[in-house]
């Protein structure tokens, strides 16, 4: 047999680095099995790494410590892998579906800390005639997989797997609405997933002490051949009606922690203050948090002043301080392991699941106003036109003069300060207001994408329920909050380069050439150029948002340049921000709602020589697989807070239904129409169904369903009128009935459709594409298009 080489050029090489007869290290075990998945036995790893003789003692006992620790794992047939990676072949089991009606799948079995990693199930163009006696694998199915790795970061999904053979049907878990019978005993359960297609049937003794109307969690059991598939209550949530259960069902649905172990908890609890011993003190700067009125933490505050420097006239000095969280959370502690398993926080309009036990984020890393609190902080000097000269880092320990809402600090610019601002609108807030001007000269000529989208605001009432919607505020002094802390993460990535510390970068890569050829053909249709050369730069998007700014189109082209852009993530490869056009960005100024931030804390700390309880080996060795994870993290939660947030506003308006709305077209699918209410800026559903005795061609270049025979368009971004005609609050679904609304289609338009109708190309009939097609949605539509900042 030939003899097996390892694969990766830098992987041979850092094998050929090692003298015969040495040891390899962790990190180089873990880089070999992550270049060589499949067959790695112990006799492989020796030969790659030249070990010979009595080293081959300790590599035995260093790859059992590696086992031990939970880094590598052993299969049947004794070969090696890493435990965060998956084998080529593998069991998984089909959870759900996501937004885009794709399979998804986790593994069966999985030795690598929560959650495991998603599997999007490849779509099998290979199954022969025989094959569809079977039926495809679908949700709650196990099947044996071949995985592939997914190289791009901006993907969604870490691996794509094509599917070997069906080995059974594993036990889903289902959130629903348990239905008790009328008569009889035992119940049915609804699923609250708008795309799930049946009931369940509940027997008696699977009931569990549920409540017609019970939120529950239950799990699917081998029931008959025909009729309803059965299912058995597994937890009870409460009352579906209780506006409480809406947020339950969104961090249940997506799989996110909200009780911490105990051990952590512990942890917390005896944590003790940290004083000034090997601290700067800067208790006599009166720096001052600003967040929202609602705001559940206070984790950055700000102070600024002009530089007395006689060499820098016109200058300002600025001090952002952040939480000191890397003094309480230690590396690899049982609060940092859950920390680092969460990711971030999620926040819901009526709670917040945090990543730090509230002991932590809302006592001893809140900056309150009057407190000792220790800091870390960042010094920085900019010149008169704002661009930074220097800056330094301390670790320091604050008491914040005040904590002023946005609103508060606006009003006081403004002229009407309320009797906490006023005593600080001369001596902190006028400084800090000039500073601010000072500094946006230099972000105005570095251009940063500068979309500007409306954001809707949830009110919560104290019994719970929903009090209002309404557009969020928008203050100048949200803007002055962002410029600051954008310059503290740059500094936090030039100093963290400076020291030759490894970091976790925020990055965003630039929009791909198929994202841009398709928003330039939607930009023509309303006779708006775009240059779509090589050096793409954010002030191309800002030339078209400048030009649309107060007019029809305004909104609808700030939305679809928003979904050109690329996905922000997480890496410790910098490839710079595109959307903020800088070359190095790291986000360091929220460590109490963010892991990525607790670990640039850690390496400032190492590299500044700020204490012991720094960076470790062992972190930087997993940069890549934190990184990896946290973008995970926060994908889930962005999907489970604007989930909550549809569910929130279909109870509100469920009390509307018949109500006439104004909107405008915020997506065009080929089975029907997205539309976002001006009011609350609610995403409803106008199936193709209803539009009228017309058969409608979808149009992807002009975004639009155009009728064949009228030639009557509806596209992205028109203004429409529409009834609403269902809210189901469990599942989020607003259905509308299209009222007014429509133009004539430009000429040549809707010959380019790929299926005309409904999804899939149904027959024409009657009702135009959809009655009679296959994409015709279910009670229930599904939600808009899905948007995300990339910052």
């Known amino acids: 047999m030939a003899k097996r080489e390892p694969k990766g050029g830098a992987r041979k090489k850092a094998a050929g680095k090692k003298k015969s007869g040495g040891v390899p290290s962790r990190e180089e075990i873990l880089a070999f099995l992550a270049d060589n998945p499949g067959k790695t036995s112990k006799r492989e790893i020796g030969r790659a790494f030249g070990v010979k003789g009595d080293d081959r003692i300790p590599l035995k006992q260093l790859l059992k410590a590696m086992t031990e620790d939970g880094l590598i794992a052993r299969d049947e047939a004794k070969n090696l892998r890493r435990t965060d990676e998956l084998p080529p072949v593998t069991v998984v089991e089909i959870t759900h579906t996501d937004t885009d009606g794709e399979l998804i799948a986790r593994p069966v079995s999985w030795p690598g800390e929560d959650p495991a990693p998603l599997i999007v199930i490849a779509p099998d163009t290979s199954r022969r005639k025989r094959d569809y006696d079977e039926p495809p694998a679908g949700v709650g199915d196990r099947v044996l997989a071949r995985l592939e790795k997914v190289e791009d970061e901006t993907e969604a999904y870490p691996y794509e797997a094509r599917v070997i053979r069906r080995i059974g049907k594993g036990a889903e878990r289902i959130l629903g609405l348990y239905r008790k019978n009328e008569k009889g005993k035992g119940g049915r359960l609804v699923p609250v997933d708008k795309k799930a297609r049946n009931e369940f049937e509940i027997a008696a003794e699977d009931v569990n002490d549920a409540e017609d109307g019970n939120l529950v969690l239950a799990e699917t059991i081998p029931g008959k051949r025909y009729g309803l598939s059965r299912a058995r209550i597994r937890e009870v949530f409460g009352d579906s009606n209780d506006p409480r259960s809406i947020s339950l069902i969104a961090i249940h649905t997506h799989g996110i922690p909200d009780a911490f172990p105990e051990d952590v908890l512990k942890e917390a609890e005896a944590a003790k203050h940290q004083g000034l011993k090997g601290r700067t003190d800067l208790r006599d700067i009166p720096l001052i948090t600003i967040d929202p009125a609602d705001a559940r933490d206070h984790d950055d505050a700000v102070w600024a002043a002009p530089d007395d420097d006689p060499k820098n006239e016109g200058g300002v000095v600025a001090i952002v301080a952040i939480a000191d969280v890397a003094a309480y959370v ?76 946005y609103k508060q600090v606006q009003q006081a610019i403004d002229g009407t300060p309320d009797d906490a601002a006023g005593p600080l609108l001369d001596p902190v807030l006028k400084p800090l207001w000039a500073a601010y001007k000072v500094i946006t000269q230099a972000r105005d000529a570095r251009g940063p994408l500068d979309l500007d989208l409306p954001e809707y605001k949830i009110d919560i009432g104290k019994d719970g329920r929903i ?325």
């Open 330 to 405: 230690k590396p690899n502690s049982p609060m940092d392991r859950e920390a680092r398993k969460r990711g971030n926080s999620t926040y819901f309009p009526d709670r917040v699941v945090p990543m730090l036990p509230e002991r932590i984020s809302n006592d001893l890393c809140s900056l309150v106003e009057g407190e000792d609190r220790a800091c870390f902080a960042v010094r920085m000097v900019f010149d008169r036109n704002g661009n930074k000269r220097s800056h330094e880092f301390i670790r320091g320990l604050m008491k914040s003069a005040a904590s002023l809402s």
């Open 467 to 791: 009090a209002g919607i309404r557009v969020g505020d928008k203050f100048e002094s949200m803007k002055l909050i962002e410029e600051f802390m954008i310059q503290a993460n740059v500094c936090a990535a030039e100093t963290a380069e400076t020291q030759q510390r490894k970091v976790i970068y925020r990055i965003h890569d630039a929009p791909s050439r198929e994202k841009l050829v398709a928003l330039a053909e939607f930009l023509a249709t309303l006779n708006l150029s775009f240059t779509k050369g090589e050096n793409i730069r954010p002030a191309n998007f800002n030339r078209i948002l400048k030009e649309v700014d107060g007019t029809e189109h305004d909104q609808i082209v700030s939305d679809v340049v928003l979904r050109s852009q690329a996905q922000a993530v997480y890496s410790p490869d910098n490839i710079g921000h595109f959307g903020l056009n800088l070359r190095r960005y790291a986000h360091f100024t929220s460590p109490i709602r963010r892991y990525a931030d607790l670990t640039v804390h850690r390496a400032l700390v190492a590299g500044l020589g700020f204490g012991k309880d720094g960076q470790t080996d062992d972190e930087i060795s997993e940069l890549a697989e934190i990184a990896e994870h946290i973008s995970t993290t926060e994908r889930r939660s962005m999907v489970a807070e604007r989930d909550s947030k549809d569910r929130f506003i279909a109870a509100f308006l469920e009390a509307r239904i018949g109500a006439e709305f104004t909107g405008r077209i915020a997506g065009v699918t080929r089975f029907g129409l997205f539309v976002k209410l001006d009011e609350t800026g609610a995403d409803g559903f106008i199936p193709i169904s209803t539009l009228g005795g017309d058969y409608f061609h979808h149009d992807e270049i002009i975004h639009a369903l155009i009728g064949e025979r009228t030639r009557i368009a509806y596209r992205l971004g028109d203004l429409v009128r529409v009834r609403l005609e269902e809210a189901v609050p469990v599942t989020g679904g607003l259905r509308f009935e299209l009222l007014e609304g429509g133009s004539e289609a430009p000429k040549g338009a809707g010959a380019r459709s790929r299926a005309p109708g409904g999804r899939g190309g149904p027959k024409r009939g009657k009702y135009g594409g959809g009655r009679s097609g296959r994409g015709a949605p279910r009670k229930g539509a599904p939600k808009g298009p899905k948007r995300s900042s990339p910052r």
